[in-house]
């Protein structure tokens, strides 16, 4: 079965620009995370979806952050305007049914500069 | 928030070694999940563990959930190379309405 697709696979921008990231989940899967995670951390939660709907965003920065998944399936996340702190991997997993184990794509790493 | 501490935060081994790691949590966890990430990749899950108590092999790894349910410890018996990463602990509260919680991470080097 493939797995989670995510692009772009590394992204260099400038503080204040905009960025978006894609993921196709694994066919099926009904729950999708957006996890981000900085270098030497462990990754951290920021919104997790239950088919089209948003069952947590409480950890996601909403003034800069927001995250889309219109038709259940793929998933875009988008910062605008980025911030030097936002630079780290942006992994996005996904679950059969949130019950099930999350398995993680390779992840877009961002650079700020 | 929940946070989990996973120790030790690096290890350097020989091959052939066997390897032991742990996590600690304040809070209870009805599931707990060992991941290994190696550079440009993204985590793979190792092994999954749903009740208390529950030890699970696989392959040369083995994990347990603890009885109290706020730790777990994974194994790696008689290493390789390939071994080599860094290895997550990371806890779900459970309900499939909570990401999960990861710990910071163990990197295991493995010396020639």
């Known amino acids: 079965e493939a797995g989670v697709a995510q692009s772009p696979r590394y992204k260099i921008i400038e503080k204040r620009q905009s960025v978006a990231f894609w993921c196709n989940p694994i066919?099926?899967?009904?729950?999708l995370y957006w996890y981000q995670q900085i270098l030497g951390q462990g990754p951290k939660l920021l919104i997790q979806?239950?088919?089209?709907?948003?069952?947590?965003d409480s950890q996601l920065p909403k003034d800069r952050f927001s995250a889309e998944r219109l038709k259940g399936v793929d998933s875009t996340l988008k910062i605008q305007p980025a911030k030097l702190e936002d630079s780290a991997v942006y992994l996005c997993?996904?679950?059969?049914?949130?019950?099930?184990?999350?398995?993680f794509g390779d992840g877009t790493r961002l650079s700020i500069l | 928030g929940q946070q989990l501490n996973q120790s030790p935060q690096s290890m350097f081994i020989q091959e052939g070694e066997d390897v032991s790691m742990n996590c600690t949590s304040s809070?209870?966890?009805?599931?707990w999940l060992w991941y290994k990430q190696e550079p440009g990749e993204g985590p793979v899950l190792l092994i999954a563990?749903?009740?208390?108590?529950e030890l699970t092999s696989n392959g040369r790894l083995t994990a347990q959930f603890g009885i109290t349910r706020k730790d777990s410890f994974l194994n790696i018996s008689a290493s390789i190379p390939s071994d080599v990463g860094i290895y997550f602990c990371?806890?779900?509260?459970?309900?499939?309405?909570?990401?999960?919680?990861f710990g910071k991470g163990t990197h295991l080097i493995i010396q020639p």
């Open positions: 563990l749903y009740k208390a108590g």
């Open positions: 979806f239950q088919n089209n709907g948003v069952v947590d």
């Open positions: 997993a996904s679950s059969l049914d949130g019950r099930q184990p999350q398995h």
């Open positions: 066919s099926g899967h009904a729950t």
């Open positions: 990371a806890g779900d509260s459970g309900g499939g309405a909570d990401g999960l919680t």
């Open positions: 809070s209870i966890f009805n599931t």
